[in-house]
């Protein structure tokens, strides 16, 4: 069974930084890329960032230079360093987990993340 946990998800003020984990249970995480995706009320899930198996990355446009994702192989966690915190930051995020080669994906039950004063 597959299973995706994230937790780190807060109140912030604007400004402050959040780190958010996924730990994964059930896959080979070196074959995955792990991604994390953002929901806000009323929006469509979009793309944060994402980490393939060899540390390759890609970044929204929207939080180039303020977030960062990594992984560590040996947790089978990746994570999300957010700062620079904006109240439209504000959004459940999701983790994202993609086999290689493979359209096989899972997904996170989701944490919230709130940016306010």
């Known amino acids: 069974q597959v299973i995706l946990v994230e937790s780190g998800g807060d109140l912030v003020q604007p400004g402050g930084s959040l780190r958010l984990s996924c730990v994964a249970s059930?896959?080979?995480?070196?074959?995955?890329?792990m991604g994390w995706y953002r929901q806000a009320p009323g929006t469509r899930r979009e793309l944060v960032a994402r980490?393939?198996?060899?540390?390759?990355?890609v970044y929204a446009d929207f939080v180039k230079g303020r977030f960062t994702i990594s992984r560590d192989t040996a947790t089978s966690t990746a994570y999300l360093q957010m700062n620079s915190l904006k109240p439209e930051d504000t959004a459940v995020y999701y983790c994202?987990?993609?086999?290689?080669?493979?359209?096989?994906?899972?997904w996170g039950q989701g944490t919230q993340v709130t940016v306010s004063s």
């Open positions: 059930g896959i080979s995480f070196n074959i995955y890329s």
């Open positions: 994202n987990a993609v086999r290689a080669l493979s359209s096989i994906n899972y």
């Open positions: 980490i393939t198996g060899g540390g390759d990355t």
